[in-house]
């Protein structure tokens, strides 16, 4: 089976266990909306994408870009008169955004698509002319057949999406170096081939795209996210669209809601959908006074303010390739009368100009790891081990679910790759008594043999070595560990996958080799992973992974007696599944608990002291002047509060990033400086 036809035949499963394409009769009646107003024809046969600059002062003044093939980018006004053309350029595609930071100011972006050249091109407008930006067209290497533009909620950084004759979704963060415009390739995304036009809704990372023979497809877009996609509609005989999407518009809302009108070319015939797929209405364009209706289409493009007496709530610009016998077109239809055929309440739309403003609370890695040494979901959790005599050379333990362990230096080089089994989780804890010497433990759950995995850690050489035999779990799989070191002695927590029962060890070394003890169970209720133990209050911190997480006793007579300090879908946005969760500790008792909230690519912090208050939430994003991409689907973290040099003056958080991107590679870990992170939540 093609690549193709297997994308076919799994996006129709989807559907037929998501959606169900309601009969011929229960369709919307398709209404006819009559064009407005027209452009002059295209100099050459071939109109394409279209876009919108709306004027910053006065409305009625906007422009219509037009990407006329080999004919070039042409601009025209309301009113469809020719203002200008950029002839010296192919233009199949084009996209605006606003208050892109280029020459020490904000300005507008026009971002065009040459396929002749295959590369993307960049203008400003300046009083109502295109003016080419400085810096070299941005290279696509690949025939692009839809582009648009995205403005992280997140960052706040601009972004290029393009979709390929391939069958990729590729995507630029664009910014300016020198007062000259760059892209640099982030990522790219596998769709299938056959995707065409698209548009992002900026407040929410979504773009919409359309599949020629598929339908209409919602994408995550923001470079750290999992691009899973979601159905808005299918091509029939599963869904509603006649057979070829083409263009894509959104109607966005001021208070959150949204349209998405999408362009079933081969019916022509325009569909509205709200962004949950629903289906609000279908309809036609057809001939207003002295402008013929619109026939085979290519891009849409809408805009949803006031432009003038002829547009008093916005314009929708259709490319129109059949333009009644001349060369091809830009149709211009009120938006007003598209909504009132629509039966669409009239709302307040937001305006394009305005972009809002990030408000995540950011920070980026100062340094990486390699990449794993094997593929897939391999690296889950991290150690920091303080080295007591040289902070600077203490090392990050961490695990490879697929080989072992690794020990890494505070620069992020390996040192040391074991390969005693597939390693889930680790910790690590000083002081553990052999021969009346205390000595470094590294504790790990191992799934190959289900079993605790014991090794002494050599502060002279900072490597790894058997502390004993494998301490047998009794679990079919063991997941989650921890470590506690009490007054008594040092203690290991596991818990079972799937299940959420724990167990607790206590570890000695009666004759130099480490040996386990069970000393308690207890059940958490459903599946957790994350754990952490804080060694001077005694408590024990459990996330449960699709449920909430909690405060437990770490003491083996502890019990299971709890108190909830958050919840998933809660007040403070955890999003399952919630994973790694470490103690950065303060003087008398104070400090805080950071938790990889992984369900939403983020971070939550906690007071270490109290009724453990929420304080925020943050992000770890790409530094791209360092060459390093942000973390995302985190699963195990560790933090400390000792200082570790220059790099990591108040401490160090160490995070598995379970999506390596640009360039796209292996797992690997992200190190942080806490002073980062105390700095963006406001806590120091």
Not at 460 to 469: C, E
Not at 485 to 499: H, L, M, S, W
Not at 520 to 532: K, L
Not at 664 to 671: G, H, L, M, S, T
Request: proline share 5%; hydrophobic share 40%.
């Amino acid at each position: 089976m093609t690549h193709r036809a297997w994308l076919i035949a799994l996006t129709a499963a989807l559907a037929a266990c998501s959606q169900k394409a309601p009969a011929p009769d229960a369709q919307p009646a398709v209404v006819t909306v009559a064009a407005a107003g027209e452009t002059a024809p295209t100099a050459e046969d071939g109109a394409n994408g279209v876009a919108i600059w709306v004027h910053p002062e006065d409305a009625a003044q906007s422009l219509v870009l037009g990407a006329g093939g080999t004919g070039g980018l042409e601009v025209y006004g309301l009113d469809g008169a020719l203002k200008q053309r950029v002839a010296d350029i192919e233009a199949s595609q084009v996209m605006v955004r606003y208050g892109f930071e280029i020459g020490g100011s904000r300005r507008p972006l026009v971002l065009a698509y040459d396929p002749m050249r295959s590369t993307l091109i960049g203008f400003t407008v300046d009083n109502g002319e295109l003016k080419r930006l400085p810096g070299a067209p941005i290279a696509a290497d690949d025939e692009l057949t839809g582009l648009c533009g995205f403005t992280s909620p997140i960052t706040g950084r601009a972004y290029a999406l393009g979709m390929t004759d391939s069958g990729d979704m590729l995507q630029w963060e664009l910014f300016a170096k020198g007062g000259a415009l760059e892209g640099r390739l982030v990522r790219s995304v596998a769709l299938g081939k056959g995707v065409e036009y698209c548009v992002v809704n900026d407040s929410t990372g979504t773009m919409y795209y359309g599949d020629e023979a598929l339908g209409v497809m919602a994408l995550p877009v923001d470079p750290e996210t999992d691009p899973a996609r979601k159905i808005v509609d299918l091509a029939a005989p599963r869904g509603q669209i006649t057979e070829e999407v083409k263009g894509i518009a959104l109607a966005q809302g001021a208070d959150g809601h949204a349209l998405l009108i999408v362009s079933d070319t081969s019916s022509e015939r325009f569909f509205a959908y709200d962004l949950e797929g629903k289906l609000l209405g279908r309809f036609q364009v057809g001939a207003g006074a002295k402008v013929d209706a619109v026939g085979e289409n290519e891009g849409i493009a809408l805009a949803t303010i006031p432009m003038g007496a002829a547009y008093p709530e916005g314009v929708l610009v259709i490319a129109d390739q059949d333009n009644d016998g001349e060369h091809s077109n830009f149709k211009l239809v009120g938006w007003r009368e598209v909504r009132g055929a629509l039966a669409v309440a009239a709302k307040e739309f937001a305006d394009p100009r305005a972009q809002a403003a990030a408000t995540a609370r950011t920070v980026t890695p100062t340094l990486e790891t390699p990449a794993v040494q094997t593929w897939g979901d391999a690296s889950d959790d991290p150690a920091i081990w303080v080295n007591p005599r040289d902070a600077a050379k203490s090392v990050v333990i961490a695990t490879d679910k697929n080989l072992g362990l690794y020990v890494y230096d505070l620069d992020g080089r390996l040192l040391q790759a074991t390969t005693d089994g597939r390693m889930n989780n680790v910790d690590v804890r000083d002081g553990l008594m052999v021969a009346g010497k205390p000595r470094t433990l590294v504790a790990a759950s191992n799934r190959t043999d289900k079993s605790i995995a014991l090794y002494w850690l050599d502060p002279a050489t900072r490597k790894l070595a058997r502390a004993g035999d494998p301490v047998p779990t009794g679990f079919g799989d063991p997941y989650g560990l921890c470590m506690y070191a009490g007054t008594d002695g040092i203690y290991v927590f596991v818990n079972n996958g799937g299940d959420g029962l724990y167990r607790q060890w206590r570890i000695t070394a009666p004759d130099g080799k480490a040996v386990g003890e069970q000393v308690r169970e207890f059940e958490v209720g459903s599946q957790a992973e994350g754990c952490a133990a804080d060694d001077e209050t005694g408590a024990l911190y459990v996330a449960e992974e699709g449920g909430g997480f909690f405060r437990y006793s770490a003491k083996p007579d502890g019990g299971s007696v709890r108190k909830e300090i958050d919840r998933v879908e809660g007040p403070n946005g955890l999003v399952a599944d919630i994973e790694g969760l470490e103690i950065w500790a303060g003087a008398d008792g104070t400090g805080f608990i950071v938790l990889s909230n992984q369900g939403a690519d983020n971070y939550a912090v906690y007071r270490r002291e109290g009724d453990n208050a929420f304080v925020g939430i943050f992000h770890i994003v790409a530094d791209p002047d360092r060459g390093i991409d942000g973390v995302s689907e985190t699963d195990g973290l560790d933090v400390v509060s000792a200082p570790l040099g220059a790099k990591f003056p108040d401490g160090l958080l160490v995070v598995q990033d379970g999506r390596n991107l640009s360039p796209r590679e292996r797992q690997n870990y992200k190190y942080v400086s806490w002073r980062d992170i105390a700095e963006a939540l406001g806590i120091r």
